[in-house]
């Protein structure tokens, strides 16, 4: 049996780090570090449904040619609080 696209769930992993440090009594620092789809799974479109052409067969007839999601993504945000 082949695997059905028909059902399939697009599925990441998404994660966010912070850190908090006091540096004085009314001033604070935040270190954020953010990570998006961190497994970095790749979800991939549908095939291509197009067979025929006026030309005749399509060349990319059930061909899987992009991802639903984008790749890994990482960010560091540093912030101060006062």
Known sequence: MFP????????????????????RENLNLQFRAEFFNLLNRANFNTPNAIAFTPTGVSP?????????????QI????????
Do not use: H, Y
């Open 4 to 23: 059905s696209f028909e059902n399939t769930i697009p599925t990441t992993l998404d994660m966010s780090l912070r850190k908090d440090t006091r540096l």
């Open 60 to 72: 990319t007839a059930g061909v899987i040619t992009s991802t639903a999601t984008t790749s890994r």
């Open 75 to 82: 960010q560091f945000g540093l912030k101060l609080l006062w």
